[in-house]
């Protein structure tokens, strides 16, 4: 099973977290207690403090049922929903970008009951207006980041007869994004080689 | 005083508003006690199921200090937070759309301090990043509704002597949007006609 890099080499993902390099294990160390999201947060502030690209997250969505305006507006009773689209979007060179961050502990595969349908729809209605789509996907127990484009994701979800996706695929299709300081998941040259030829 | 209407005809806003047509005043009452966010989410829902273009809210950022977790995660206590980039964006024709709806009940002009900080640098950075950013102002009292390019609004922002941009110079500068029954806001006109060359 070969990886994709966005310089084009390509490596035995397995030989390669059996044989760690020293930057790989402080990468790793200095990322304990990080989430996937934490990262992709502070890489986004990054590519923006560098004027590369602005990505937004979304608020998650809060239904307010009760607000206490004597106290200054102070909410009461509210509950959080579930985000009906994507975590992610923004503009790269002009560009509508729109993406979805998992991670996941499985050692095999991306369990696709991961993902809502209302994210596949707005998925879909993404790359029907010419945006780019893509999930960003961390294999916590290999400590392996990928971007996979989208309409892979929502052909299997589908069409396929398993409802997941096996790492072995994710590794084949999708383009592993290199951990670092700063951007802690530079995911920009998986953008560039997917959707920019570059 | 003329307005450029997306069609390339112009006419005098004034006397429209005196004379208006029997359509014009059936939109306005159907249109009592919709708020101009009513309006654009409904147009956005049109545009979108007729395969048009996808434009999302983000959803308000509440800050949440206190969860319940006996009673499933019921949120106890929280606060409103201001929205730090703009309240819609999305995709069109593969470009990157992002803007702010504002209304104002201020006869004469539209105060910019409706229009936070915050918000100035988020479009600044759309614009620089290749992206489409406007405004959309609903003047109240005169029952009309502009699509304003961002750039000519933090021009005003940043530069200009006063704090707000008068009346005419909107209705000279942007670009008047029809209201209807479905879409009731029919922005898309304008877009077309400022950004790409319908």
Redesign the interface.
């Known amino acids: 099973m070969m990886i994709k890099y966005p310089n084009g080499e390509q490596y035995h993902p397995i030989a390669k977290a059996k044989k760690k390099s020293k930057e790989d294990i402080s990468f790793s160390s200095a990322n304990r207690g990080m989430s996937l999201e934490e990262d992709i947060n502070l890489s986004n502030d990054h590519y ?1 403090t560098s ?1 590369i ?2 990505i ?1 997250k ?5 239904r ?1 049922v009760k607000v206490d305006y004597s106290k ?9 929903q579930k985000q009906s ?1 994507t975590d992610y ?10 993406f979805e961050a998992k991670s996941t502990k499985n050692r095999s595969c991306f369990p696709l009951s991961n993902v809502s349908l209302h994210q596949i729809e ?1 998925l879909k ?2 790359l ?4 780019i789509a893509f999930f960003i996907i961390e294999f916590a127990y290999h400590d392996q980041v990928y971007l996979l484009d989208a309409s892979y994701v929502i052909d299997c979800y589908e069409h396929g007869e398993r409802k997941s996706i096996p790492f072995a695929t994710v590794c084949e299709k999708g383009v592993l994004i290199k951990r670092g300081y700063n951007p802690r998941l530079d995911y920009l040259p998986a953008l560039d080689n997917l959707y920019f030829n570059k």
């Open positions: 923006l004027g690209l602005l937004t979304r608020p998650t969505p809060i307010v200054g507006a102070k909410i009461i009773d509210a509950f959080f689209t979007n923004g503009v790269y060179k002009g560009r509508y970008i729109d707005h209605n993404v029907n207006f010419g945006g």
